[in-house]
Every structure is written in C-alpha cells, then in structure tokens.
C-alpha cells in the first residue's frame, strides 16, 4: 500500500488560495497536489471561510487598482494615448464588481405574448372610435401640367 502524502496547513490554505485566485486544475499543476485532493478541501469548512476572506480581500484590492487607474486615466487624457489605459481599468472595474458581487452586464427579457389587459382594452377603445385615416390623394403634375395631364 502506497503511503499517502501529508501537507501542512500553509500548503493547503497556499494551493486553496490559488486555486481561489485561479483554477482548480491551474492550481493542482502548480503544486503538485492532486486534483481530486484540492477539490476535496475546496468544500471544507475552514477553507470555505478562507476563500471567502480571501474573495473579499481580492474585491478590495481590484476596486483600489480600478480608482487608481481612473485617477491615472483622468490625468492623462490630455497627453497619453488612453486605449491601453482605459482596458486595464475596465477590466479592474469589471473585476472589482464581479468580486463584490455586484452586476457586470444586464439583460432584460420581454414577453410581448401576454396581453396587457388595459392596454388591449385602450388600443380595443381608439380602434372602434375612430375610423383608420385614409391617406390624402396626392397628384404629381410635370412641368406646371394640371392634375388631367395636360398644360
């Protein structure tokens, strides 16, 4: 029988952290731990709390470089080429409120099948009380013709 390996807590908590930070699999080749080890202390109540200080810590660090970078972007719009500029601090931006939680994009979506009752009933009301407009006849005329053709 294979002996099965040990790890401290400060490798742990290290490769859980990582794995935080990255990917599960990034993390595993990264440290040598198996995969199927990492994904185990993952769901762990102590690495649990970890993670989620370590989120929050990571959502200040990214909302502190967003400023900074607006700051930076603000001062330098005069001067600087601020393509490469306005990315970091997008993507910071979107970082720090993807980490506090906070939305990234909106979608909306609309069920235009179901009837709205008052508007069907409003609609219902000004289609029986007026009649359809009929489009005024318009006569074209050449060259000062009248409106039989002829001049």
């Known amino acids: 029988m294979a002996n ?11 490769t859980v952290l990582l794995a935080e930070q ?6 595993a080749e990264a ?35 967003a400023r900074r970078g607006w700051a930076l972007l603000a001062e ?19 970082k720090a409120l993807l980490m506090a939680g906070d939305a990234t ?8 099948t179901d009837a709205d009752d008052a508007g069907v009933a409003s609609l219902e009301g000004l289609l029986a009380g007026s009649p359809t407009p009929k489009r005024p006849r318009v006569e074209f005329r050449r060259n000062g013709a009248g409106a039989d053709g002829q001049h």
């Open 4 to 14: 099965r390996r040990r790890y401290t807590n400060a490798q742990k908590v290290a």
């Open 22 to 27: 990255t990917s599960l699999t990034a993390a």
């Open 31 to 65: 440290s040598g731990i198996p995969l199927t080890t990492l994904d185990y202390w993952m769901d762990r109540p102590p690495f649990v709390a970890l993670r989620a200080r370590a989120r929050e810590a990571m959502a200040e660090e990214a909302l502190i470089v």
């Open 76 to 94: 330098r719009m005069a001067s600087f080429d601020p393509r490469d500029l306005v990315n970091v601090v997008e993507l910071a931006t979107e």
């Open 105 to 112: 994009t909106r979608s909306e979506h609309r069920d235009i």
